[in-house]
């Protein structure tokens, strides 16, 4: 029998570069899902109610609409009433469950018993009543739909129409028609783009599901464009301000968008829980081409710096208007000021939150593993457990009809890429009240942000054969302090207490214990208390100055007590990760019994400033063993290394459209060169986005950059300027300005 050859195995083709076309509804179902609010469906002008094979007849009995106006001046009482005069848009903007009103004027005098007309809304591609996307309204109590109507007034040939919208009616661009019975079909208005309607949410209404009932929080987390963002320590606090911009121009057509983008379903967009879990994963990139790009590296060459921005409204305009192309780069206070903008936009009130160091546990449990070898040193091979410095997240206000009754309220959503959620990169919404109680069953990601404040710190000590043996427990680093903005001022507001129990209560431990019965893992063994206790007091470090790190030492027994200490001293980025040791030092320290002593150790500048990555953070350890018990002694420090500050000068008539002058000045205060410099400046209300470039800035030149503008508006407010690049990161400046009518 002959030899058969065997055939050679072909290689698969190789899977096409770009992204396949999408595949259309056709056989799986009878039209599109309404998905955008972009697309418009086509709206006949007459409807015929039979055939007419003669054509439509003159209509010159019937009423025939001459004008339509939608009353959206930013003084008249639509956008008084609404809380909308602030939105840069000549079209009208109001706000559910709240009556607002139009006017039509007719060919003739309105007579209620003959003539009969509706005010037709619609949204999306294929309107339908049953679905919330097209709604008539009628001027006589004997018919009503989901919106009411009524007759305000009637004066010769103009009729003025009181809208009330459902509470929770459908969020979005509505189109708008006046349509006329008659006795062969019904007549519209032609599509007509100046009277298109944008419905938002409706904080002041009872109804709405975003009810808020506090003034004064109403004005501070829905009509707020300045905001403040805490960084930092948790004891040496910085805190940078930010443009939310949600009034300016383009911004709500640009939240808009990026539902659309979504392909976010029209008829879940009337609620608040849907939106908010939506747009936690649309404010990323990650998996869906999202509006930011995440980048902790350090290298910003094809886009800017996370660093670099100082408002909203730049980075939702150019996603907006590139079509979907994601910007560069986030991190995540820029996730979390920009997913601010999106909700105070749409009506949702939102605020901007800082926990300081806030646990991301590679194992989803609740400890934070920190590995020490046999002397006490870290061995940073074998741990993998982060704890970031800080991390903003959001809050939004809403209730939560699919939770028990009492987790309404403040939510936590989170834009940042840290874990995948359902499949995708997104975080929330999750009830901080059930947070604070354990009650982490509940949707969603409660389990997550549970751990983010309330995990232990967990040192064990690795011997020789492998084996982990916990030596001692840390319960109130993480989470220690969790801030927002106060309301209607500049100072802080701590709601830790929102978030946990007191450290150590009886609270906290049965919250705890609810929280393990619902699966979060906690290291359950008991370490003994030692006799000798090691701390770092807190210092304040300007970026270029050497300083004295101390060991405070405390001896409670009653002999004398030798401890090996090792103190390593690493730049890390402000998510925990080291980027360079900069300082080890191994003392050997004697405590007297019932005694303190203090050992120092020197840092110099010359050490750890070229090392510095953004934010200048210096990440201090002391681990280390006494030599009589064998007891394992430990403290950390997170030192802020504070950069140089923006000078930010005004000059001119503070008056709306008069001429003004900002001057913002820096000093290069290094012995080094700053090379590819750009300076941020801009100030809601008053003046849009302006950059410049300098190529070198010397050691010791002032650069001063002046700049003209015309305040489009009355209050107060601020011009916030940012200096940045890759030697130096984190620079701001910012002055308040009163402008007059």
């Known amino acids: 029998m002959a030899d058969q050859e065997t055939p050679e195995p072909t290689e698969s083709p190789a899977a096409p570069a770009v992204r396949p076309k999408r595949v259309s509804h056709r056989g799986r179902s009878a039209a599109p899902s309404a998905s955008s609010n972009k697309d418009e469906g086509s709206i006949p002008e007459f409807e015929a109610f039979g055939q007419l094979p003669r054509g439509v007849p003159p209509l010159t009995e019937y009423l025939d609409v001459w004008n339509v106006d939608m009353v959206k001046q930013r003084q008249e009482v639509n956008k008084q009433s609404h809380h909308t005069h602030m939105y840069a848009s000549d079209h009208l903007i109001v706000r559910r469950a709240q009556q607002f009103q139009m006017k ?78 008659t006795r062969y079909g019904i007549r519209r208005t032609r599509r007509d783009p100046n009277l298109d309607l944008y419905i938002i949410f409706n904080p002041w209404s009872p109804g709405d599901s975003v009810f808020l009932d506090d003034e004064e929080q109403r004005e501070e987390y829905v009509m707020n464009e300045l905001g403040i963002i805490y960084h930092g320590a948790y004891d040496d606090i910085s805190e940078r301000a930010w443009n939310y911009g949600q009034f300016e121009f383009g911004i709500l057509d640009a939240c808009l968008f990026i539902m659309d983008k979504a392909d976010m379903p ?23 081409e999202g509006v930011l790009v995440g980048n902790w590296s350090g290298d910003y060459m094809y886009g800017v710096a996370p660093t670099s921005w100082t408002g909203s409204v730049e980075i939702l305009l150019n996603y907006s208007s590139s079509g979907g192309m994601p910007v560069c780069y986030a991190q995540c206070w820029v996730y979390a000021a920009v997913f ?85 990169y997104r975080c929330g919404p999750a009830s901080v009240a059930a947070i604070k109680h354990g009650q982490v069953c509940y949707p969603f990601d409660a389990p997550f942000v549970f751990a983010e404040v309330n995990s232990d710190v967990l040192f064990y000590s690795r011997n020789k054969e492998g084996t982990l043996q916990p030596v001692k427990v840390n319960t109130s680093h993480v989470g220690r302090m969790v801030l927002t903005k106060a309301v209607l001022h500049d100072g802080r507001k701590d709601i830790t207490d929102q978030y946990k129990f007191p450290e150590g209560s009886p609270e906290e431990r049965r919250v705890l214990e609810k929280a393990e019965e619902f699966g979060c893992q906690r290291e359950k063994a008991s370490v003994p208390e030692g006799d000798v206790n090691v701390e770092i007091p807190a210092l304040e470090v300007q970026l270029g100055d050497d300083f004295e790190l101390v060991l405070e030492f405390t001896n409670c027994s009653s002999q ?24 080890l030092s191994t003392p050997t320290v004697k405590v007297d019994s019932q005694k303190s002593k203090k050992e120092k150790v020197l840092v110099r500048s010359k050490d750890y400033q070229s090392k510095l990555v953004e934010q200048g953070n210096l990440h201090f350890i002391a681990t280390g063993k006494v030599k009589e018990t064998g007891q394992i002694v430990t403290a950390m420090r997170l030192i802020n290394v504070h950069n140089p500050r923006l000078t930010v000068q005004v000059a001119g008539s503070p008056r709306v459209s008069e001429e003004m002058y900002v001057t913002v000045e820096f000093t290069n205060p290094f012995k080094f060169s700053l090379e590819n410099v750009y300076v941020r400046l801009e100030g809601p209300g008053i003046m849009s986005i302006q950059i410049k470039q300098y190529s070198v800035i010397a050691p010791g030149t002032t650069i001063s950059w002046t700049e003209r503008f015309s305040p489009r508006r009355a209050g107060t407010t601020k011009l916030m300027a940012s200096l940045d690049c890759a030697a130096l990161r984190q620079v701001y400046g910012e002055m308040e300005v009163t402008i007059q009518p």
């Open 104 to 181: 039509i004027t007719f060919n003739r005098p309105y007579e209620p018993k003959e003539d009969k007309f509706a005010v037709e809304f619609v949204i999306g591609a294929s309107p339908q009543y049953s679905k919330g996307t097209y709604i008539p309204v009628f001027p006589t109590e004997e018919r009503q739909s989901t919106w009411r109507g009524q007759v305000i007034e009637s004066n010769d040939n103009v009729v003025t129409m009181g809208i009330t919208t459902a509470p929770d009616c459908i969020v979005g661009k509505y189109g708008v028609y006046v349509a006329v019975v």
């Open 266 to 288: 029209l008829t879940n967009r009337g609620d608040p829980v849907k939106i908010s879990r939506k747009a936690s994963a649309m404010l990323n990139s990650r998996d869906d």
């Open 340 to 424: 601010n903008t999106f909700l105070r936009c749409l009506g949702i009130p939102s605020r901007v939150v800082t926990n300081y160091f806030s646990a991301h546990d590679n194992d989803g449990n609740l400890k934070m593993d920190i590995i020490l070898d046999d002397n006490g040193k870290v061995d940073r091979s074998r741990t993998r457990d982060s704890i970031w410095n800080y991390h903003c997240w959001n809050e939004c206000y809403m209730t939560r009809p699919d939770l028990p009754e009492g987790f309404g309220g403040w939510q936590v959503v989170d834009a940042t890429p840290q874990e995948t959620s359902d499949g995708m």
């Open 560 to 583: 004398r007590r030798t401890v090996d200490i090792y103190v390593s001293g690493s730049v890390v980025y402000y998510t925990g990760v080291p980027s360079a040791e900069v300082v």
